[in-house]
Nanobody, 116 residues
């Protein structure tokens, strides 16, 4: 069974930084497209950053230049470095892995709160 576990969320002041981590069991990040999404109540889930199987990365428009997705293949862990955080970045951040047969695996999420 695939398990994704996020960590690193918390409360931070505007302008601050956080690094989120996502560890995976039974699925390998480097062999699959994987990324980070976020959701706030009443809003649709939003792409934050994605690391494609071919090694390319994409970011949501409001995250470009502030967030960086990376992965440590030896640890099978994916990271999201978030800098210059804004109150509007407040959300639950989830990691996702796109497995075979279009199956998407989701973590439980980690909450990020940015105070003004």
């Amino acid at each position: 069974q695939v398990q994704l576990v996020e960590s690193g969320g918390g409360l931070v002041q505007a302008g601050g930084s956080l690094r989120l981590s996502c560890t995976a069991s039974t699925i390998v990040f480097s062999s699959n497209t994987a990324g980070w999404y976020r959701q706030t109540p009443g809003k649709q889930r939003e792409l934050v950053a994605i690391f494609r199987k071919n090694g390319l990365t994409n970011y949501g428009d409001s995250m470009k230049g502030r967030f960086t997705i990376s992965r440590d293949n030896a640890k099978n862990t994916m990271y999201l470095q978030m800098n210059s955080l804004k109150p509007e970045d407040t959300a639950v951040y989830c990691c996702a892995v796109f497995g075979t047969y279009d199956v998407v695996y989701w973590g439980q999420g980690t909450e990020v709160t940015v105070s003004s």
